[in-house]
């Protein structure tokens, strides 16, 4: 029986639940909203995307050349080219003070891949099961937690701890539901860093919870400018059961090279086939590349990390001279995460999400909302961020603009 031409359905079936409340990366949509009011010719200083500016190192950039002059165009297995697993092993073991074995590696199309993973790994959809996650945090963390069918328990960062959290506060959180912590450090949005004390006490809380995993963000780890950096991965009975994430985006500046890395002895084989059922593989060619930006010369990321530390000083001198704002110096990663509680009072916003809009369509400044990043964090007021991989000359306009603005508009 033929349907009639006019009864023919013009919408499309519906979507899952799951697809529907799927969340997203709000620096991605800013940047959006920049790229659109730059084709309109609008002139836009732009500090939302979170990725250095600077280009692949030429070694690295050669290493890619080379391999596809080489012929090495076609699958590798899942868990990544055994070259490169032996580099990330040597490498996140040595910073780290661990024997971690190329066996216990997997390489991903970024590390980003491996939140899903090792939420869909270590709980059970619909069974209420619990993952506790930072906020502010990064918006994938959240996403996943919802998108996988478990439970998500935000653990508050707070600016008076430095934008650590409270370890009492973990403690209460993990109930008999708990399967995972996520812990990210240099942390994104705030540049926080949580120092060996405040490991050596999770740690100690953890010992008592055996049936939680942790999964430990530590794609910053080189974007450390104060100390030595200390992996929780490191402290007795921790290294089992962490997921100890890395990667070359922040590095090497790779970030469309696509390659992260983590290390964990019984989640890699699962990993492994998560990696068979999505992607096959990551790239080969840029797994090589990834290969001799761990092994090759490391000048230019030392160079890198230099020029980040130098802007962040600029950036948040330059912020506390902001009528409204005031600015924490970051520890680590490349963001600045300053309190602009009184600049929104000051100019009438109701809030940083509308301050970001105003900036972005008045002043010419493209920033990220609190929001952004999950809910705000009770008590601790109104926050934007900038990352400030970006120039100086960048840095130096992008925040007189905002000055300008809070001048121009104070009530």
Same mark, same amino acid.
């Given at each position: 029986m033929n349907t009639p031409r006019d009864h023919i359905p013009r919408t499309a079936p519906p979507i899952s639940h799951r697809g529907d409340s799927l969340g997203t990366e709000n620096a991605f949509v800013v940047l959006a909203e920049v790229n659109a009011l730059q084709r309109q010719g609008r002139d836009i200083v732009s500090f939302c995307i979170g990725q250095p500016d600077f280009p692949t190192p030429a070694n690295v950039q050669d290493a890619a050349i080379a391999a596809i002059r080489g012929g090495k165009h076609g699958y590798t297995p899942s868990a990544g080219i055994d070259e490169l697993r032996a580099a990330a092993a040597r490498d996140m073991g040595s910073r780290r003070g661990l024997d971690i074995a190329a066996e216990d590696v997997v390489v991903g199309a970024g590390a980003k891949p491996?939140?899903?993973y090792t939420i869909a790994s270590v709980t059970d959809y619909?069974?209420? !099961? !619990?993952?506790?996650y930072p906020v502010p945090g990064f918006p994938i963390y959240e996403s996943q937690i919802v998108a996988n069918g478990a439970v998500p328990v935000p653990i508050h960062l707070r600016e008076a701890r430095?934008?650590?959290f409270d370890p009492h506060e973990l403690e209460a959180k993990i109930t008999e539901k708990t399967r995972l912590l996520i812990l990210n450090s240099p942390q994104n949005p705030t540049g926080g860093v949580l120092q060996r004390a405040d490991l050596e006490a999770i740690a100690e809380i953890l010992l008592q919870h055996p049936h939680v995993w942790v999964y430990a963000d530590e794609i910053y780890s080189r974007l450390l400018y104060d100390g030595e950096f200390s992996s929780l991965a490191s402290l007795p009975g921790m290294l089992e059961r962490t997921v100890i994430s890395d990667g070359a985006s922040k590095t090497w500046a790779m970030t469309g090279w696509r390659i992260g890395y983590i290390a964990n002895r019984a989640l890699a084989p699962v990993f492994t086939r998560w990696i068979t059922n999505t992607d096959s593989c990551a790239s080969q060619v840029s797994q090589w590349a990834a290969l001799e930006?761990? !092994?090759?010369?490391?000048?230019?990321?030392?160079?890198m990390r230099t020029s980040f530390l130098e802007r962040r000083d600029l950036v948040v001198g330059l912020l506390n001279a902001v009528p409204?704002?005031?600015c924490k110096t970051p520890g680590g990663a490349f963001y600045a995460w300053p309190n602009v509680t009184e600049a929104c009072k000051l100019t009438g916003c109701a809030d940083s999400e509308e301050?970001?809009?105003r900036l972005l369509n008045e002043a010419g400044v493209a920033v990220l909302a609190d929001i952004h990043f999950g809910r705000r964090v009770p008590g601790d007021g109104q926050h934007i961020r900038l990352s400030y991989a970006a120039s100086t000359d960048a840095i130096r306009c992008g925040v007189e603009r905002i000055a300008e603005f809070v001048r121009r508009n104070q009530r």
């Amino acid at each position: 029986m033929n349907t009639p031409r006019d009864h023919i359905p013009r919408t499309a079936p519906p979507i899952s639940h799951r697809g529907d409340s799927l969340g997203t990366e709000n620096a991605f949509v800013v940047l959006a909203e920049v790229n659109a009011l730059q084709r309109q010719g609008r002139d836009i200083v732009s500090f939302c995307i979170g990725q250095p500016d600077f280009p692949t190192p030429a070694n690295v950039q050669d290493a890619a050349i080379a391999a596809i002059r080489g012929g090495k165009h076609g699958y590798t297995p899942s868990a990544g080219i055994d070259e490169l697993r032996a580099a990330a092993a040597r490498d996140m073991g040595s910073r780290r003070g661990l024997d971690i074995a190329a066996e216990d590696v997997v390489v991903g199309a970024g590390a980003k891949p491996f939140i899903a993973y090792t939420i869909a790994s270590v709980t059970d959809y619909g069974a209420g !099961e !619990e993952v506790i996650y930072p906020v502010p945090g990064f918006p994938i963390y959240e996403s996943q937690i919802v998108a996988n069918g478990a439970v998500p328990v935000p653990i508050h960062l707070r600016e008076a701890r430095d934008f650590a959290f409270d370890p009492h506060e973990l403690e209460a959180k993990i109930t008999e539901k708990t399967r995972l912590l996520i812990l990210n450090s240099p942390q994104n949005p705030t540049g926080g860093v949580l120092q060996r004390a405040d490991l050596e006490a999770i740690a100690e809380i953890l010992l008592q919870h055996p049936h939680v995993w942790v999964y430990a963000d530590e794609i910053y780890s080189r974007l450390l400018y104060d100390g030595e950096f200390s992996s929780l991965a490191s402290l007795p009975g921790m290294l089992e059961r962490t997921v100890i994430s890395d990667g070359a985006s922040k590095t090497w500046a790779m970030t469309g090279w696509r390659i992260g890395y983590i290390a964990n002895r019984a989640l890699a084989p699962v990993f492994t086939r998560w990696i068979t059922n999505t992607d096959s593989c990551a790239s080969q060619v840029s797994q090589w590349a990834a290969l001799e930006a761990i !092994e090759g010369p490391q000048e230019s990321a030392a160079a890198m990390r230099t020029s980040f530390l130098e802007r962040r000083d600029l950036v948040v001198g330059l912020l506390n001279a902001v009528p409204g704002v005031s600015c924490k110096t970051p520890g680590g990663a490349f963001y600045a995460w300053p309190n602009v509680t009184e600049a929104c009072k000051l100019t009438g916003c109701a809030d940083s999400e509308e301050l970001r809009k105003r900036l972005l369509n008045e002043a010419g400044v493209a920033v990220l909302a609190d929001i952004h990043f999950g809910r705000r964090v009770p008590g601790d007021g109104q926050h934007i961020r900038l990352s400030y991989a970006a120039s100086t000359d960048a840095i130096r306009c992008g925040v007189e603009r905002i000055a300008e603005f809070v001048r121009r508009n104070q009530r």
